[in-house]
């Protein structure tokens, strides 16, 4: 059973930068793929970028130059650095594992991006 803890959320107004982090109870290599998803209200839950075992990223296009992923083996973390952030990125994020086509989900951290 593997457990993830998001943190970082908040308030941001548009054209700022907030940075998410994802703690991961088992080593990440363990994984397929480790990323981020979100879900705006009323819409479905969306990637918004991974990072493959091999270390092989994909990003959504509408973050795609704003938004970067990254990990860390030693501390088993996967964060999200979120700059330029629109109203459009207000949404809960949420950070998962894959194996094959398994799913494990963290319980959501909010953004807000707004004036």
């Known amino acids: 059973q593997v457990q993830l803890v998001e943190s970082g959320g908040g308030l941001v107004q548009p054209g700022g930068s907030l940075s998410l982090s994802c703690a991961v109870s088992?080593?990440?290599?363990?994984?397929?793929?480790v990323g981020w998803y979100r879900q705006a209200p009323g819409k479905q839950r969306d990637l918004v970028a991974s990072?493959?075992?091999?270390?092989?990223?994909d990003y959504a296009d509408s973050v795609l130059g704003r938004f970067t992923i990254s990990r860390d083996s030693a501390k088993n973390t996967v964060a999200l650095q979120m700059n330029t952030l629109k109203p459009e990125d207000t949404a809960i994020y949420y950070c998962?594992?894959?194996?094959?086509?398994?799913?494990?989900w963290g319980p959501g951290t909010q953004v807000t991006v707004s004036s």
């Open positions: 990072i493959n075992v091999g270390g092989k990223t």
């Open positions: 998962y594992v894959r194996i094959l086509r398994s799913y494990t």
């Open positions: 088992r080593n990440i290599f363990d994984f397929n793929a």
